[in-house]
């Protein structure tokens, strides 16, 4: 069900003031940015080993990330796990007695579906679930 740890979310204020600590201090390659205006994020991808870490930057002071930071200052946000065929992990997480946040998946960062599993699910880990469609062609 489970094919790896796709990536870590981190919530920061700022791509521009977080970024240096990972490429510089770490010197993990940064994979690229890009915003998703549906999530009012910009995010920037960092290779760490077979795992990526995702620095989320909110755009709009509604944004959940922006709602993230001030309640619970920057850091880690999200755990997303790797699935294949989503809407079948969705259907199997609710008929586990899993609450969804999401009941149909919706587009992420990098082209991929996500879903959130309530963290109350998880003692209190925001847990997404990815797929990334593979590109044909």
Do not use: N, W
Not at 35 to 64: C, H, R
């Amino acid at each position: 069900m489970i094919k790896k740890v796709d990536h870590i979310g981190i919530a920061v204020k700022s791509l521009d003031g977080a970024l240096p600590f990972y490429t510089e201090v770490l010197q993990l390659p940064l994979i690229g940015i890009e915003e998703v205006e549906s999530q009012k994020v910009k995010v920037a991808f960092i290779k760490a080993g077979e795992t990526k870490l995702e620095l989320l930057e909110p755009t709009s002071a509604d944004s959940p990330i922006a709602k993230f930071i001030e309640k619970r200052g920057e850091g880690i946000h999200h755990l997303a796990l790797g699935v294949e065929s989503i809407e079948e992990r969705i259907r199997e997480m609710s008929e586990k007695g899993i609450r969804m946040i999401d009941e149909h998946p919706r587009p992420g960062a990098g082209g991929a579906e996500i879903a959130f599993m309530h963290p109350k699910a998880a003692s209190g880990v925001l847990v997404e679930l990815c797929e990334k469609k593979v590109k044909k062609g």
